[in-house]
Nanobody
Framework: QVQLVESGGGLVQPGGSLRLSCAVSGDTLNGYAIAWFRQAPGKELEGVSCIRSRDDNRNYADSVKGRFTIFRDNAKNMVYLQMNSLKPEDTAEYYC???????????????????????WGQGTQVTVST
């Protein structure tokens, strides 16, 4: 069974950058869509971004468009979330999650839907503060 492990979170000043990593084991990235979700205390779980392996389609939440970039390294079985121009509002626990892309996860039509992703990592904390 595929396992996901997030890393790269930490404390960063507003305007700074972080790169989150998601290490995938148990299977290759082929056939999977990988998404990043985040949840801040008192806030709803939010789909941040996702990427498909077959067609490389990528989706982003409106709140992070132009600031965050999702990308993968298939040879290393890694998916990354590059976060630039970070804002305090980005403070949250970030999770990488996998879904089967053949179900339509992360297609243009479906976007980032939590029901399309069922295998969760443990999370990594991102705090943006002065």
């Amino acid at each position: 069974q595929v396992q996901l492990v997030e890393s790269g979170g930490g404390l960063v000043q507003p305007g700074g950058s972080l790169r989150l990593s998601c290490a995938v084991s148990g299977d290759t990235l082929n056939g999977y869509a990988i998404a990043w979700f985040r949840q801040a205390p008192g806030k709803e779980l939010e789909g941040v971004s996702c990427i498909r392996s077959r067609d490389d389609n990528r989706n982003y939440a409106d709140s992070v468009k132009g600031r965050f970039t999702i990308f993968r390294d298939n040879a290393k079985n890694m998916v990354y979330l590059q976060m630039n121009s970070l804002k305090p509002e980005d403070t949250a626990e970030y999770y990488c999650v996998s879904g089967f892309e053949w179900t339509g996860a992360c297609t243009v039509q479906r976007g980032i839907q939590i029901s399309d992703f069922g295998n969760w990592g443990q999370g990594t904390q991102v705090t943006v503060s002065t």
